[in-house]
Structure formats: structure tokens, C-alpha cells
């Protein structure tokens, strides 16, 4: 059963910077071979996509404030997030792109606020 659990929230003034860490259960192969994302949920609005990278190879993309990562050995993506802004606000998860449903873990809170 694949599994990926969130991590590296919290409470950050505006402007701070915060990383998040996603481990995933499934085989390493198959992790390999995944197209892996972020996704936000902000209160009283939809799940969004935040950041995607393909599969591969270990690697990272950087867009506008955000950069995702990932490290295939350890079978773990990451999203450091910079300038963060109260609107960046909600529950982070990874999950595959596109997602799955049986995959959502319990995500991990971001607040922003001074």
C-alpha cells in the first residue's frame, strides 16, 4: 500500500521561508518512474497543485518562490517554499501527478502570520 507522509510545517512570519518533506512507502522503483506533486488546501477551498517534477532522476525546479525536489534514493520529495505570504496559508500534501485518491496522507499545516 503506497503511503506518503508529510512533514516540516508550522508557523512562519511573512516573509520566512519554510521546507516541507514528503517520504514515500511505495518501491523505489515505482517511485522513481512517478511524476510526484504538492498540493495545497486553503480553509474553504479547493485542493490545488502547487508543484510538480517528473521522474528519472533526482532533481529540482524552481518557480517563482517555490523550488520542489526530489531524492530518488531516499524516495522523498521536497518543497522549500521562500518570501512566504499569508495567502500560502493551508495544508500541504504530496501525492503523484495526477493525484491519487487512495494516496492523500494527512498533510502537513502551513500558517503564515505575523
Known amino acids: 500500500q503506497v503511503q506518503f507522509v508529510e512533514s516540516g510545517g508550522g508557523l512562519v512570519q511573512p516573509g520566512g521561508s519554510l521546507r516541507l518533506s514528503c517520504a514515500a512507502s511505495?518501491?523505489?522503483?515505482?517511485?522513481?518512474?512517478?511524476?510526484m506533486g504538492w498540493y495545497r488546501q486553503a480553509p474553504g477551498k479547493e485542493r490545488e497543485l502547487v508543484a510538480s517534477?517528473?521522474?528519472?532522476r533526482s532533481q529540482n525546479y524552481t518557480m517563482g518562490r517555490f523550488t520542489i525536489s526530489r531524492d530518488n534514493a531516499k524516495k522523498a520529495v521536497y518543497l522549500q517554499m521562500n518570501s512566504l505570504k499569508p495567502e500560502d496559508t493551508a495544508v500541504y500534501y504530496c501525492?503523484?501527478?495526477?493525484?491519487?485518491?487512495?494516496?492523500w496522507g494527512q498533510g502537513t499545516q502551513v500558517t503564515v502570520s505575523s
Open positions: 501525492n503523484q501527478v495526477p493525484a491519487v485518491r487512495e494516496y
Open positions: 511505495t518501491s523505489r522503483r515505482i517511485f522513481n518512474l512517478a511524476v
Open positions: 517534477i517528473t521522474g528519472g
